[in-house]
């Protein structure tokens, strides 16, 4: 039988490895929560800069998704889309136009380099170069968005183009009639099949967005299709027939917009959820910057969301449509 002494002495020892293991959850708790408040503070002290833009020359520039201030774009033709690449904004719209800008605030009509008179709807940059896409298989490039030179011969199509992509060393558009190109240079196109034999009448893709190892493009009838390369696509289920338009990634999740405020989200690109927002109108164009996302749409309709699940409109500051929107951590 142990003695009282040494019983009090073992009662003594484990309270004291006790009080040290709770210490030591203690210290680990605070760090995280260190950790948690520095990242925060980092996502939104950004100096970053969102600019979306629409009909008649419409852009508008923010740091924050919220407040925005009215820009002179020098053009009265629609503009379609927008993005940032090579410490350049480029915006594109119709009749050929482009517009450039070094910090969104000044803008600068490059519409006699573009070389064409189509209608341009999607814009993008990879592989140092800028790519951008319209009516009847239009594709132009430029490494600099001042000089653009005209591959639509090599495009091998006379559909018309909606939005273009890059990633992974590849650049993809999509458009009329589910045509899907890729690209791994922006010179040399391939068309890919992209499921068009599975429908009597083949549907539109009208937005496409990369993240790691997954192109993920939208359409007509809430259409959705992916791929991890770019060449082999399957259909995905949205959980909407309404027409989808415009699908960014961020943050961990694809977000992706359309007719009468439909959004929807999905964490892997497979597996789709519906959130939509009510409104009568379009939503045409989303990204993701400094801690929030931003859709925009008809009529100067914007809504924000930090998670986007949970959506908050917000004051309009113009009535005219808006195409798409993008955001530079510049």
Request: hydrophobic share 30%.
């Given at each position: 039988m142990l003695s009282k002494p040494s019983i009090e002495n073992q009662v003594r020892y484990i309270l004291i490895i006790f009080s040290v293991f709770l210490f030591s959850l203690t210290v680990i708790s605070c760090k995280s929560s260190d950790?948690?408040?520095?990242?925060?503070?980092?996502?939104?002290?950004?100096?970053?800069?969102?600019?979306?833009?629409?009909?008649?020359?419409?852009?508008?520039t923010s740091s924050d998704g919220t407040s925005w201030d009215n820009r002179i774009s020098d053009t009265t033709n629609n503009l379609s889309g927008v993005t940032y690449g090579n410490s350049t904004f480029v915006a594109v719209g119709g009749s050929g136009t482009i517009l450039t800008s070094s910090d969104g605030t000044s803008w600068t009509n490059k519409r006699t380099s573009s070389g064409t008179t189509n209608n341009l709807y999607g814009v993008t940059y990879g592989n140092s170069t800028f790519v951008t896409v319209g009516d009847n298989g239009t594709i132009l490039t430029s490494s600099d968005g001042t000089s653009w030179?005209?591959?639509?011969t090599s495009s091998g199509t006379s559909e018309h183009l909606y939005e273009v992509t890059y990633g992974n060393g590849l650049f993809v558009t999509v458009g009329e009639n589910a045509t899907i190109l890729t690209s791994s240079d922006g010179t040399t196109w391939t068309e890919r099949d992209g499921l068009r034999s599975k429908w009597a009448i083949?549907?539109?893709?009208?937005?496409?967005?990369?993240?790691?190892?997954?192109?993920?493009?939208?359409?007509?009838?809430?259409?959705?299709?992916?791929?991890?390369?770019?060449?082999?696509?399957?259909?995905?289920?949205?959980g909407t027939k309404y027409n989808l338009v415009g699908i960014t990634y961020a943050n961990g999740l694809f977000v992706g917009v359309g007719?009468?405020?439909?959004?929807?989200?999905?964490?892997?690109?497979?597996?789709?959820?519906?959130?939509?927002?009510?409104?009568?109108?379009?939503?045409n164009g989303v990204t993701y910057g400094n801690g929030t996302f931003v859709t925009v749409g008809d009529n100067g309709?914007?809504?924000?969301?930090?998670?986007?699940?949970?959506?908050?409109k917000r004051t309009s500051v113009t009535t005219n449509s808006l195409s798409a929107v993008t955001y530079s951590n510049h």
């Open positions: 950790d948690d408040l520095t990242s925060s503070t980092s996502s939104t002290s950004s100096t970053g800069l969102f600019v979306k833009v629409g009909n008649s020359g419409t852009i508008f030179t005209n591959k639509r083949p549907k539109y893709l009208k937005g496409v967005t990369y993240r790691k190892k997954l192109f993920v493009t939208v359409g007509r009838n809430g259409l959705i299709l992916n791929s991890p390369d770019g060449t082999t696509w399957t259909e995905r289920k949205s007719k009468n405020g439909q959004i929807v989200t999905s964490f892997d690109g497979n597996w789709w959820v519906k959130r939509t927002y009510v409104l009568p109108t379009w939503l309709i914007m809504l924000t969301s930090s998670d986007g699940i949970s959506w908050t």
